[in-house]
């Protein structure tokens, strides 16, 4: 690799150095030349050297027309190849970088900038181009967060052959890329403990018609939809039976995400703020598919405020990759779900912490006839007391260990008892 090309591929300085370098465009060995050109200056000052005055203003006066020139575009188009403006998390992207210059170029160093949490920056080194020449280069980054991550811009790094000056000169522009949280197959039984057995809705609830848990099988009566026949029953007992699930008590689902970052771990990024932010997606996702109307809420606000059906998912999914900590308690979530008129909506309520205030208000939202669904996401130090404060309502009652996977733990409950 030639020289020049090396030295441009070289890191910018880190600390005072490098807030110098982005701000001014110079090197550490332009602001070495500045400051002997200064010290020159006030020798030549003390002495009364007309000759130290001259060397001096010529050093500072080369090195400024060197930064002025840096300032330059250099003659080159660029192209990104189109990326998907959404996609999951841990899944890998393929970029493909095509330049071309307008005249002959030598030196050409462009770095392509990534988030942190996407990638390393992406350096494309070229020693020459000639005019019309294509230089194609493929790189692949792999999201390991969701979020709303910027790629690029894309960058010059254009420097004099002195190695006194540095500029990146935006060549292409930065594009959004929204990674969503990761999803998995839950379950979450929109039943309250208080009337699943016998399996009868509460009188003020409006019911979901058909149901989604498997109940049992019966004799097929006219009328009966067939394609709810079992037919290996069918082969084996001779007759046609017919498959029931038990009676759901609503199609409406509320979920509530706490975001109040004293209650997550003091992490970058918060690891029980992840966990919570997956479990939510995921249950959002099984109920969306299910038919049932979702609405998620947060302390600092309405996150999604009503949707339903297949479709509404890369809307929710969106919402979701945004949304960070805060500072608002999980009360003021609960406050808006208990100011709600209607009472036919099944409660979902993600936390690592429920306090002495929530958990009041949770109870008279229970007594309503409400049905809920409390996940209790555990980091290093397990909140005990605020499990103790769920199981005491009397729901089904979710604990989610960081990392554990989420199809395995909301198959069981612990604490769900009846409500008395």
Known sequence: MPEQVRRLARPTASGVLGVV????????????????????????????????????????????????????APAITAARSDLPMRIREQQTVSVELTVAARRRLTGLVLEEQQHPLVGAPVQLLVPSLRPGQEVRHPYAFTPGLRGVYPVGPLT??????????????????????????????????????????????????????????????????????????????VARTGRYMVRESEQGITDRVTIVLDTNEAG????????????????????????????FLVRIETPEGVLVPGARGTAKRTTMLDALARVQRGREQLAAAIRRVL?????????????????????????????????????????????????QRAAALGCEVVELRVGDPLAAVFRRSIGAGIRG
């Open 339 to 387: 100011g709600d008129p209607r009472r036919d909506t099944h409660l979902i309520l993600v936390t690592p912490h429920l306090d002495h205030t929530a958990g009041a208000m949770l109870r008279v939202l229970l007594q309503r006839s409400g049905s809920m669904t409390f996940v209790h996401v555990v980091g290093e130090d397990p909140d005990i007391d605020s499990l």
């Open 156 to 233: 010059a790094v254009v420097s004099d052959p002195f190695g006194l000056t540095r500029r990146r000169v935006p060549v292409l522009d930065a594009v959004e890329l929204i990674v969503h949280p990761s999803t998995e197959g839950v379950t979450d039984r929109v039943l309250s403990r208080e009337w699943e057995d016998p399996p009868v809705r509460p009188p003020v609830s409006k019911p979901w018609p058909t149901g989604f848990e498997f109940y049992g099988m019966r004799d097929y009566v006219e009328g009966d939809d067939p394609r709810r026949i079992v037919w290996r029953a």
């Open 21 to 72: 370098e982005r701000v001014t465009g110079l090197t550490p060995a332009g602001v070495v030349v500045l400051g002997v050109a200064g010290l020159g200056w006030l020798v030549g000052w003390r002495t009364g050297g007309r000759v130290l005055f001259l060397m001096a203003y010529g050093a500072a006066g080369f090195v400024v027309a060197l930064a002025l020139l840096g300032r330059r």
């Open 264 to 291: 997550h771990t003091d992490l970058t990024p918060s690891d029980t703020f992840e966990t919570a932010v997956r479990a939510v997606a995921s249950v959002a996702v099984r109920h969306l598919r299910d038919g």
